[in-house]
């Protein structure tokens, strides 16, 4: 039994809950989705291909399905619902698409009671996008600081126009990868030297590092939003690692070499999911305990690193990103 079982299911027809989650489609997204639509959440799937997102929806259906035909006739009948599943066009290697998202989402709903910031790319070569950043601090960390930054007024709203239920949520999927950024380096650090497959590491955990830091300077600016960071375990067959097992010849190497640690120490997709959606339903976190908190595999409170926890970092790394926002000329209200 999938261990958020036991977290509270909705009725879509009483209580109407939205998620919004970046990269949906595959990987610990898709089980992330897949559970929250069980638990009858309406789920926003934002991603760059309109395509792969509508083929999860149709798989994540018939996973539904298939999961609720093994549910006794009064679950099925009175206490577990479907919530909805929708397409919404995001990359977020491109900053004007994250707004242009944005814009597109307030259209549809006047709420959002959960962000998951979960697409991310690891590892990958040095490369700048069109927006002048490195390909992985933009997708793992400055797109969904932008993207959760513009959705805060709909969020606060929703706290302001739900009082009496859990506060809104921002999830941010940080990495135990993280840790790779071993002191706190300056975030206009490029590591674009050779050899480049250890230098990319340094990119992904400064990214994945940033990333903690804004959900703690968040938490602390907007008390009225639980803000959390995850890492959902070493989960070896999700997407993440395709750069690396699609090399030519080495790949098959990379290939056995993830499938061995994963034997060892990883958990499935759907185990890597379990992290992320307790941190989305729980109902016994609250903004008072556990806003800008860091949870690693299986939804379990731990430390994320030194230069992780450390504000004055934390400070830095959130006015640097309003500085490099504001130079392309994209304004972040304080
Ligand atoms: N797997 C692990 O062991 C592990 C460990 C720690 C943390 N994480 C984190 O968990 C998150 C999910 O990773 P995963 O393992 O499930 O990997 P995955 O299967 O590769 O999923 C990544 C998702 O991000 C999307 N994405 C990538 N670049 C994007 C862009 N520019 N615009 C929009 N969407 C984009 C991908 O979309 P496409 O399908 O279109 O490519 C895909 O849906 C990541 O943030 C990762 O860093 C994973």
Redesign the pocket.
């Known amino acids: 039994m999938f261990e958020t079982d036991s977290l509270p299911y909705l009725n879509p027809s009483q209580d109407r809950r939205v998620a919004l989650i ?9 089980y992330t989705v897949l559970h929250l639509y069980l638990h009858g959440y309406i789920v926003y799937i ?4 309109r395509s ?1 997102v509508l083929n999860s929806i149709r798989e994540l259906k018939q996973d539904a399905t298939a999961i609720r035909s093994t549910y006794t006739s009064q679950q099925s009948s009175s206490e577990r619902f479907l919530g909805d599943l929708f397409y919404l066009e ?4 491109s900053l004007a698409s994250v707004i242009s998202a944005v814009e597109t989402f307030k259209n549809l709903e006047n709420h959002l009671h959960i962000l998951i ?6 590892a990958l070569p040095y490369s700048l996008t069109n927006d002048g950043f490195d390909i992985q601090i933009q ?2 960390f400055i ?1 969904p600081f932008l993207l959760s930054m513009k959705l805060l007024p709909l969020l606060e709203k929703t706290a302001d126009d739900f009082p009496l239920i859990s506060p809104p949520r921002i999830i941010y ?5 993280h840790q790779l950024c071993f002191h706190y380096f300056n975030m206009n650090s490029t590591f674009n030297y050779k050899p480049a497959f250890i230098f990319t590491w340094l990119r ?1 955990g400064l990214a ?1 590092t940033a990333g903690i830091h804004f959900m703690k300077m968040l938490a602390l600016r907007n008390p009225k939003i639980l803000c959390m960071s995850v ?6 067959n ?5 750069y690396w097992t699609r090399l030519p010849i080495i790949g098959i190497l990379f290939w056995c070499l993830f499938q061995i640690f994963g034997y060892f120490f ?1 958990v499935t ?1 759907e185990e ?1 999911a379990n992290a992320i959606v307790k941190c989305s339903l729980n109902p016994n976190l609250t903004l008072e305990k556990d806003n800008g908190k860091y949870f690693a595999t299986g939804g379990n409170e731990a430390l994320p690193s030194k230069v992780a926890q450390n504000m004055d970092f934390a400070a830095r790394t959130w006015i640097w990103t309003i500085h490099q926002l504001s130079e392309r000329g994209i304004t972040i209200p304080s």
């Open positions: 970046t990269g949906g489609n595959s990987g610990v997204g898709y934002a991603g760059r291909s792969r995001i990359d977020l290697s910031n979960n697409a991310g790319a690891m997708t793992n797109a999927l940080s990495s135990v990868g992904y994945k890492h959902p375990g070493y989960v070896m999700t997407n993440l690692f395709s990883g997709n890597g």
